[in-house]
């Protein structure tokens, strides 16, 4: 994207390759919400086939909070 950037080269050696932090963290957050999603949409949209009963304790969970960040 920034090719024979020497500002942008710099940057990304003093503060880090925001962009790409900023990118997998919105893939993190867009993984965890599909996750989380997936039993209310199992519950709005079809239920579960009768051949497959739910597990025990599967439904809203607290998700845990991340780490310290190095940035």
């Known amino acids: 994207m920034f090719q024979?950037?020497?500002i942008y080269d710099r940057l990304v050696?003093?503060?880090g390759d925001v962009p790409?932090?900023?990118r997998r963290e919105a893939?993190?957050?867009t993984r965890e919400l599909e996750y989380?999603?997936?039993p209310?949409?199992?519950s709005l949209?079809?239920?579960l086939?009768?051949?497959r009963q739910a597990a025990p304790g599967a439904g809203w969970q607290r998700a845990a909070l991340p780490g310290p960040r190095s940035y």
Do not use: F, H, I
């Open 13 to 15: 050696a003093e503060r």
């Open 27 to 29: 893939e993190r957050v």
């Open 45 to 47: 949209g079809s239920p």
């Open 20 to 22: 790409l932090q900023t």
């Open 49 to 51: 086939p009768t051949d």
């Open 36 to 38: 989380v999603m997936r």
């Open 4 to 6: 024979d950037s020497p």
């Open 40 to 42: 209310l949409q199992s």
